[in-house]
């Protein structure tokens, strides 16, 4: 006999919003969620594994490797985009981004015994990053390339594996780099095929060796991988796009900078949930409304009690806007596979933070979601919807998850 556990919160106006953790709700989603996490050699990441659910919180003091975790969640996305090597030389190549400590550390070390203190090198230099989900998983292994290279300081890709399930094993990969060379399996017989043996160290087999006919799995992971979603740079400067007027078309995807809301928001109302929008918007703000005002050039605009006429975008607090920002980006009509939001509290007011509870919790029945956050407030009301908690900190430089037996993984072996 099973049973279901759901959480109803209050919310604004008598209204309550329910999130279900249970593998029964997980299921009726319809997509696989992304169930492990790994990183080894990246900042403050030495080698560090867990669990991600249908709603991941990731809290810890500052300069726990919060920030690293989502970066380094950006950087696997970035592999099906084709610019992995770009995003991590813009972080300062291998020699800013690998891990600073001793490859290993000590008993006596751990203990505090004696200090700190480097080693020889045993193994060659990598920085690791996969994921996993109950029907594939992929991993990337970097390193540098050869002391004469022209470009020795920079990033270059040493190895890729892509498998079926959650653990990497010999007879569930089914496409493999190795140097310059891929390889992949056919899937009805198979036998392995040669895919190309001069792929550029810059380049992922996720973006040059997907195909229709033989890399047709590959294919679908990197469209999987595509549709990630990230945001942590929603604007509300003066100078914000979102406060300005834009040409209006449909927008089912607020930007990552936020700066096509009033077409994103005008997009909820049209083919969206537009009665969930009404409601969110009313539990922040009693009695409010949003609408899009103007014609060819429409501005977002807020009708308020008291008010004689609706403040516009220009006019509204950072805030405000930022929270309209959110909400056009958790009930988009078309939502992610998983959205991934550092520190979505920056700037928003206390009284707030239960309201964007809710519409995170609200937002997570429809889509995974991953969320970085160091605000007491938030952190407390999202605790309180039963969400998955993965709670940082760090020993000796090395980041850490508090009480926690990390998952079964397995690296692909140079």
């Not at 015994?113 to 990598?126: C, L």
């Not at 109950?134 to 390339?145: Q, T």
Request: hydrophobic share 40%; with cysteine.
């Amino acid at each position: 006999m099973g049973f279901c556990l759901s959480v109803r919160i209050r919310a604004g106006a008598g209204r309550s919003l329910e999130y279900d953790p249970s593998p029964l709700a997980r299921a009726e989603a319809g997509v696989p969620l992304i169930t492990r996490l790994a990183v080894s050699g990246y900042r403050s990441l030495r080698d560090l594994v867990f669990e991600l659910d249908r709603f991941t919180l990731i809290t810890g003091p500052n300069g726990s490797g919060k920030s690293s975790v989502y970066r380094a969640l950006r950087l696997l996305a970035d592999a099906a985009q084709g610019r992995l090597i770009a995003s991590l030389a813009a972080e300062g190549g291998l020699s800013s981004t690998l891990w600073a400590g001793p490859e290993r550390f000590s008993q006596a070390m751990l203990r505090g015994d004696v200090p700190v203190q480097g080693t020889v090198r045993s193994a060659p230099v990598r920085l690791l990053m996969g994921f996993a989900s109950d029907d594939f998983g992929y991993a990337v292994d970097l390193g540098r390339p050869g002391s004469t290279h022209p470009f020795h300081l920079g990033p270059e890709i040493k190895l890729e594996a892509m498998w079926t399930g959650e653990m990497l094993g010999r007879a569930n990969l089914f496409a493999e780099r190795r140097g310059q060379a891929v390889r992949l399996r056919r899937s009805d017989d198979g036998e392995w095929r040669s895919a190309t043996d001069s792929l550029l160290p810059f380049d992922s087999m996720v973006t040059h060796c997907a195909d229709p006919i033989d890399g047709l799995e590959l294919l679908q992971m990197r469209d999987r991988m595509r549709n990630w979603r990230f945001y942590d740079n929603l604007r509300t400067d003066a100078d914000a796009p979102s406060r300005r007027p834009q040409v209006m078309t449909y927008a089912p995807v607020l930007a990552s900078d936020g700066g096509d809301l009033a077409a994103a928001v005008a997009t909820i109302l049209a083919i969206g949930d537009r009665s969930g929008f009404d409601q969110t918007i009313d539990d922040a703000f009693p009695g409010a409304r949003v609408t899009i005002g103007g014609e060819d050039h429409g501005v977002v605009q807020m009708h308020q009690p008291g008010l004689l006429r609706p403040l516009r975008a220009r006019e509204l607090s950072d805030g405000t806007l930022r929270y309209l920002l959110l909400t056009a980006a958790l009930l988009s009509p078309r939502l992610p596979e998983i959205m991934i939001l550092n520190e979505p509290e920056a700037s928003l007011h206390p009284s707030l933070l239960g309201a964007l509870a809710r519409l995170l919790l609200h937002a997570s029945r429809n889509c995974q979601i991953v969320l970085v956050s160091h605000s007491e407030r938030l952190i407390a009301e999202l605790r309180a919807g039963g969400v998955h908690d993965i709670a940082l900190d760090k020993r000796l430089g090395e980041t850490r998850v508090e009480d926690h037996d990390p998952p079964r993984w397995n690296w692909p072996k140079r």
